[in-house]
């Protein structure tokens, strides 16, 4: 059974940091890209950063562009490090796998639960 489990979100205030970490068992995902999103209340989830296996090239939103990094060890664990966070990166952030990097949350084949991140101003 595929499980990825994401860590570390919290309450922090603007203009700090927090990393998040995502494990993932059941399955050896080398040749995995992947992925954060993240969804606000009210809000359609959303494509924050990914990493592909075939050469750790990484991509990231504009929002998270300069303020986050994406990165991965064993492969089988990805990070997010977010820096100057602000009160609008407030939400639930769920890491993700698939054989396919891409920026649409619908073509991500597997999912964490999920990590509350809020960011008080």
């Known amino acids: 059974q595929v499980q990825l489990v994401e860590s570390g979100g919290g309450l922090v205030q603007a203009g700090g940091s927090l990393k998040l970490s995502c494990s993932a068992s059941g399955r050896t995902f080398t040749n995995f890209a992947m992925g954060w999103f993240r969804q606000a209340p009210g809000k359609e989830r959303e494509f924050v950063a990914f990493?592909?296996?075939?050469?750790?090239?990484t991509r990231y939103a504009d929002s998270a562009k300069g303020r986050f990094t994406i990165s991965r060890d064993n492969k089988n664990t990805v990070y997010l490090q977010m820096n100057s966070l602000q009160p609008e990166d407030t939400a639930i952030y769920y890491c993700?796998?698939?054989?396919?990097?891409?920026?649409?949350?619908?073509?991500?084949?597997?999912w964490g639960q999920g990590t509350q991140v809020t960011v008080s101003s």
């Open positions: 990493i592909d296996w075939i050469d750790d090239s």
């Open positions: 993700a796998a698939n054989r396919v990097a891409n920026t649409s949350y619908r073509a991500w084949d597997y």
